[in-house]
């Protein structure tokens, strides 16, 4: 649960950190993608006008498979523009734990990419092309590419 202390916020701004484990997600694991680690935040939260105003970062790390070459990796998701505002808040007590995990679950992407410029597979043999080269790569983009694009067509 990550809560704010509006009581304490009267008297000054407060920064928050902490963790919360991966069952904070509520996401279930898939073949494609594993949570691993802790989700951690930063949080500095300060009064404007009536209201509440929270910015600060989330992140975790997720254990994925290449939808390209399917290599698994690792990597780190961060979300550091959270900026949320809550209007007139009168509780002493502000619960922004479902805030928080929204802005951690949009940024973890649908498709994971071990780089951005990751070959793949070669459709035809399936060797790993970030790797090696294969022949029919070559002949795909070789001098007979319009017709294998006519191909294609019919
Ligand atoms: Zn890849
Ligand atoms: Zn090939």
Not at 65 to 80: A, D, P, W
Not at 100 to 125: A, D, F, T, V
Request: charged share 25%; hydrophobic share 35%.
């Amino acid at each position: 649960m990550i809560k704010i202390d509006v009581l304490q916020l009267e008297r000054q701004e407060l920064d928050i950190a902490g963790t919360e484990s991966v069952t904070f997600l509520e996401m279930e694991d898939t073949e494609l993608m594993q949570l691993k680690d802790n989700v951690s935040y930063q949080l500095h939260v300060s009064l404007v006008n009536s209201g509440v105003l929270v910015a600060g970062s989330v992140k975790t790390a997720i254990h994925c498979v290449c939808g390209r070459c399917v290599k698994e990796f690792t990597q780190t998701v961060e979300n550091s523009s959270i900026c949320r505002y809550y209007e007139d808040v009168t509780a002493p007590e502000l619960d922004i734990t479902e805030d928080i995990r929204e802005e951690m679950l949009i940024s973890i992407p649908i498709n994971y990419l071990c780089s951005e410029n990751c070959k793949g597979l070669c459709p035809q043999c399936g060797i790993d092309l970030n790797k090696k080269k294969c022949k029919c790569h070559e002949e795909k983009t070789g001098s007979d590419v319009w017709t294998a694009l006519d191909d294609l067509k019919l």
